[in-house]
């Protein structure tokens, strides 16, 4: 809604605005309103994307994360073929781009959002490591152990142990 409204306020309508894309009706984009747009999407904490590339890897970005972080249902084919699946492209090239424009790999980047998302489950301290690695659809424990430790840089135990230390302030 945000975005669309930085656009009405420029007298431009989009016929659609979707996560990380905004069609307009209107051809041509004059240097001034353009510049407008960008700014007040800036000031907004969005980013204008110009470049195809950018733009692909942006809309990657979104659904590993919505994938990561939001989703509640397991997933049931092998990450790749989702995303060939939800952005209509060969996983090749979407694999191509992201690691030219990121130098990381999709499939670490997604590994870096569970972990993101362990850290979020752990610091609640609701949930056991078990079921933390249920939910993000780990094999088992030891799997999310390792790829924590390796992330992190601390066990899963340590970090959330860490969590507990009060800071000087405070004591």
């Not at 041509?28 to 969005?46: C, H, M, P, V, W």
């Not at 490591?129 to 094999?139: K, P, R, T, V, W």
Request: hydrophobic share 35%.
């Amino acid at each position: 809604m945000a975005v669309e409204d930085v656009f009405n306020k420029q007298g431009l309508y989009p016929s659609n605005v979707v996560l990380g894309e905004v069609n307009l009706q209107e051809a041509n984009l004059t240097i001034s309103k353009y510049q407008d747009i960008r700014a007040a999407l800036e000031n907004l904490g969005f980013e204008l994307l110009e470049d195809k590339k950018k733009a692909i890897v942006t809309q990657i970005k979104a659904v590993i994360v919505e994938l990561a972080h939001y989703s509640k249902e397991p997933l049931k084919v092998n990450l790749s073929e989702y995303l060939s699946a939800k952005l209509s492209t060969d996983y090749a090239s979407l694999s191509t781009t992201f690691s030219s424009e990121e130098n990381n790999t999709i499939e670490h980047y997604y590994i870096q959002q569970k972990i993101e998302k362990a850290k979020e489950l752990l610091s609640y301290g609701e949930l056991t490591l078990s079921e933390i690695a249920f939910q993000l659809n780990y094999s088992s424990v030891a799997h999310l152990s390792a790829q924590f430790k390796k992330e992190a840089g601390l066990t899963p135990s340590q970090f959330k142990q860490d969590l507990k230390r009060q800071t000087l302030d405070k004591i």
